[in-house]
């Protein structure tokens, strides 16, 4: 047998060696598919695969069918459309059933020359009816010659680019490549999983798996196949987030907050308004936390508005109760400022010391807030960014909150929790946009997760309309109704670049026609360009009712609270993504009075457009839009995803995968708690895996 060092010398060979690269080869494989070596042309993977089991007959031939395989005569081959109509190649063919047109535009005289009149071929393609005959452009054609190739079963289809198509490297050079590469990497291919898991849920081993999903010898071994790398991968990454988990709470201790007077207190004498069950509930878990001696790392779910602040604030309590600092760190200055003058009272009555740092901080007061923080006697810090800074410094910092998390990078919020560097504060992150549970699995799967799924209960749910510009005059009437009422309204203009000149130009637009048609009401105007001072002078105007419209771009986005705003206008809403547009909405809805969302769009839509559209229509369930929008999107593109590395799978996909993963990261957990260091026999292939990718990358499934 192989030790895992010489395997992975195999493995690590230069991909210009493979029998068929060679230098040219290797270095387009290189720049185009980030292939270097042989292991990493093996976990270039099929991103489907093509059925060539049957053999259809052109009377079958239905509008809509994906590609097909038929088995046809050419009967005539000619050029037609010289000149000024474009020319093109129609070769007719049929079988017993019918006849189809076979065309082509493209190398139309290199194609006359390769079909033989008369001669059998198996024709691979898309067929589309046109003048009551089907036909199928540009397919891919194979001189039948008595006997189909057995091999050609399940074709497998790699994704290439143009460059490597324009070099000969197309799906089925890959294949080639793969084949070749297979038949010498057999022996070196060593098992990853310990037996009694492979035995438990029957899965081939990793040498089979590896084969069939290049080269599937049958549906079902491809299935095997893929259910077998599914599930390696995620319990790799499972185990990689568990062991990180496991590792902090056995090494970092955690501040102890038990004695708590003052929220004691707060409770009986200030608390404006009944917790839900669901914030009672959430901080109990996070109380137990502070109480264990053990570190919290703790991610807060809740939907907008669902009172996230409140318990934030609470749990602030705790520490300031304890003699720790704490901090909370917002996104943007406009929400930083509005979190302190929420907070700021109720500190105040309870005799705590709060204040707020952002960018627009005037230096004066910086300083004297760094000097507060620095002798303690500083118990409350509000802000944004300018919390990380090198200059803040704390003399006992307790409690870490980040509230609209997925706005900050890992980097910037790991730098907050090492401003106390005797022992690292407790952490609560606070999320708005739900994360469906098998993403936050896998994304947050070293965090200990709260969900807080219920709305205060004086809420009234947003209705949600969707209206083109036809309808612009009615629901410029309705804007004056609500104004009427006494209520205050959103129009939200997309900005997907805030530097993009032309998406502020529809903002003025929009702004222009909105002033034309509202002449006696006072607007207000907000966007990322304005200096901050005079955002936050139009959002202070707006904030204490003397604006009764605000337009703006998604600055507006996370956490603003106006709750006499009743209505929230999104133009052009197609071109919002989901959790966004959940989001925006979440900003009306905050009061006593029925709040409205209307999405105005163009009239025609594309298909995913139309589907995100619906969606908000249909629902107000964060938690419904957040799978929806995963499954639309596909886990890479959700906010703030990308960056986090977790979600670099080769094969596993988490829009459809949660059963696999649910049993995956089961099993982690089991064998973390029997062997947390790998020490049994059966599970040294486990060790030997994660040694030989530890340097590469987090996900340990990869082929060292
Ligand atoms: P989010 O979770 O989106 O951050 P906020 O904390 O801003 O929500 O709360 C939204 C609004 O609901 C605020 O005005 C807040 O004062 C109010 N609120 C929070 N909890 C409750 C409750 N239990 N009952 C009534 N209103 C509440
Ligand atoms: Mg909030």
């Keep these: 047998m192989l030790n895992a060092s010489k395997l992975s010398e195999f493995f690590q060979t230069k991909i210009e060696f493979l029998k068929g690269v060679g230098s040219k080869k290797a270095a ?52 037609l459309g ?136 049958s549906a079902e071994m491809l299935l095997q196949a893929q259910r077998r790398l599914k599930f390696e991968e995620l319990f790799f990454v499972q185990l990689h987030l568990l062991t990180h988990k496991l590792l902090k709470k056995r090494n970092f201790k955690g501040l102890v907050f038990s004695s708590i007077p003052t929220v004691s207190v707060f409770y009986k004498q200030h608390l404006p308004f009944e917790l839900t069950e669901a914030q009672k509930r959430v901080i109990r878990e996070i109380y137990a936390d502070m109480v264990s001696g053990r570190q919290m790392n703790r991610l807060l779910q809740g939907d907008v508005g669902s009172g996230k602040t409140m318990v934030a604030f609470i749990c602030m309590l705790m520490a300031v109760d304890n003699a720790a600092q704490t901090c909370l760190m917002a996104p943007t200055e406009i929400l930083a400022t509005q979190h302190f003058e929420s907070l700021k009272s109720y500190a105040e009555t309870l005799g705590f010391r709060i204040a707020c740092l952002t960018g627009s901080t005037k230096t004066k007061e910086r300083k004297i807030i760094h000097e507060l923080l620095e002798d303690g006697s500083l118990n409350i810090l509000i802000g944004t960014h300018a919390l990380i800074e090198d200059k803040v410094k704390f003399k006992n910092l307790g409690l870490v909150v980040v509230d609209e998390q997925h706005r900050f990078g890992v980097e910037q919020r790991s730098k907050l929790w090492r401003k106390n560097e005797q022992v690292q504060p407790h952490v609560l992150v606070m999320t708005a946009t739900p994360i469906p549970r098998t993403l936050a699995m896998t994304l947050y799967g070293d965090l200990d997760i709260s969900n807080i799924d219920e709305l205060p209960a004086n809420r009234k749910s947003i209705k949600t309309v969707h209206r083109t510009d036809e309808h612009r005059l009615q629901v410029f009437g309705f804007i004056r109704d609500q104004i009427a009422e006494g209520r205050q309204v959103y129009i939200v203009y997309p900005l997907i670049k805030e530097s993009e000149t032309l998406d502020l130009k529809d903002l003025y637009d929009g702004y222009e026609s909105v002033v034309r048609f509202f002449q006696d009401v006072q607007i207000s105007i907000v966007h990322g360009q304005q200096k901050s001072a005079d955002k936050d002078f139009e959002m202070q105007r707006f904030l204490r ?160």
């Design 545 to 704: 009712g003397e604006t009764k419209i605000m337009v703006a771009t998604t600055v507006i986005e996370v956490g603003v609270n106006v709750p006499n705003a009743s209505v929230m206008v999104i133009e052009s809403a197609q071109r919002f993504g989901l959790a966004q547009l959940h989001q925006l909405r979440g900003r009306v809805g905050r009061g006593a009075n029925q709040s409205y969302c209307i999405l105005m769009t163009d009239k025609t839509l594309q298909e995913n457009s139309r589907i995100r559209i619906e969606t908000m229509v249909r629902t107000t369930n964060g938690f419904e839009i957040a799978d929806i929008d995963l499954k639309l999107r596909g886990p890479g593109d959700l906010m703030g995803t990308r960056q986090s590395g977790a979600l670099d799978l080769l094969i596993a996909d988490l829009s459809q995968d949660s059963d696999i993963l649910k049993v995956a990261r089961e099993e982690a957990m089991h064998l973390l708690e029997r062997d947390p260091d790998f020490q049994s026999i059966e599970n040294r292939c486990i060790k030997a895996q994660i040694e030989s990718t530890k340097s590469k990358s987090m996900n340990w499934a990869r082929i060292g």
């Design 28 to 79: 387009l494989l290189q720049k185009e598919l980030g292939v270097l070596t042989f292991a990493d042309l093996l976990q270039v993977y099929p991103f489907r695969y093509e059925d060539r089991t049957k053999i259809f007959n052109i009377k079958e031939l239905k509008d809509g069918l994906p590609n097909i395989q038929l088995k046809v005569r050419i009967q005539n081959v000619q050029i």
């Design 82 to 217: 010289e000149g000024f109509k474009k020319k093109r190649l129609i070769a007719k063919a049929t079988d017993l059933t019918g006849e189809i047109d076979l065309i082509w535009f493209q190398g139309v005289e290199w194609m006359k020359n390769q079909i033989l009149v008369g001669k059998e071929y198996i024709v691979f393609g898309k067929p589309t009816l046109f003048n009551h005959t089907f036909q199928i452009s540009h397919p891919e054609i194979e001189l039948f010659e008595g006997k189909l190739e057995v091999k050609s079963f399940l074709q497998p289809v790699y994704s290439t680019t143009e460059k490597l198509k324009a070099n000969y490297i197309g799906s089925k050079t890959i294949q080639k490549l793969q084949e070749t590469l297979l038949e010498t990497a057999e022996p070196h291919i060593a098992e990853t999983l310990p037996y009694s898991l492979i035995a438990k849920y029957k899965m081939i081993s990793k040498k089979q798996a590896l084969w069939h999903i290049h080269l599937p010898a």
